[in-house]
């Protein structure tokens, strides 16, 4: 997996306000989540806040990275959770990840890309995919930078399941019956078969 540097500072104050101070001077309010909990019971998370140009590259791409998180020189190992966006402007609001911890297994989107002619699509029929990412778990060592699905078997009207993938070193937490990809016939592969 790509690993990605990324500085922040930790924030003085939390809460909508000073958040929305924060976007005001582009900067983008996060938080880090981490194993370590607190007396309670609750998860301990340490709130920080980027620049906007310096998350830029890691949020607007397909890739997923590992994220060397640099908090006032502290460094800690973090994936990206879950990010928010303005529902009208569409503007970064707020940031979670989570930190790695060393031989622990996580839950990440990883992305598919689909390889390979389908026979299908060669008799006349059109290849439709479903899902763009699959929710997998594993230790981050083991977690690619992509989820190759082969569809050269795939015939007309045949579809692929997320139960029908394994890959070595994963478990799929996305729904086995979730459908992948499928071929489709059309008008011209119904006239070549009869």
Do not use: W
Not at 28 to 56: H, M, N, S
Not at 132 to 142: G, H, I, M, S
């Amino acid at each position: 997996m790509k690993e990605f540097n990324l500085k922040g500072t930790k924030r003085a104050e939390t809460g909508k306000k000073a958040s929305r101070e924060l976007r005001k001077q582009n900067a983008i309010p996060c938080v880090i989540y981490g194993e370590k909990k607190d007396a309670e019971g609750k998860t301990l998370a340490t709130e920080f806040q980027v620049k906007f140009e310096d998350v830029r590259k890691l949020v607007y791409t397909p890739d997923i990275y590992l994220v060397n998180v640099d908090i006032d020189g502290e460094v800690k190992q973090a994936v990206m959770r879950e990010i928010q966006f303005h529902p009208v402007k569409d503007n970064i609001l707020h940031i979670d990840f989570y930190e790695i911890t060393q031989g622990k297994a996580i839950k990440m989107d990883v992305p598919v890309k689909f390889e390979g002619h389908a026979e299908g699509v060669r008799a006349g029929g059109v290849l439709y995919t479903c899902v763009r990412y699959l929710k997998v778990k594993a230790v981050v060592e083991n977690i690619p930078e992509k989820l190759i699905v082969d569809v050269t078997p795939l015939g007309l009207g045949k579809t692929i399941k997320v139960g029908d993938l394994s890959y070595e070193g994963l478990e799929l937490v996305t729904v086995k019956d979730a459908l992948v990809c499928g071929v489709r016939a059309t008008r011209n592969s119904a006239k070549a078969a009869s």
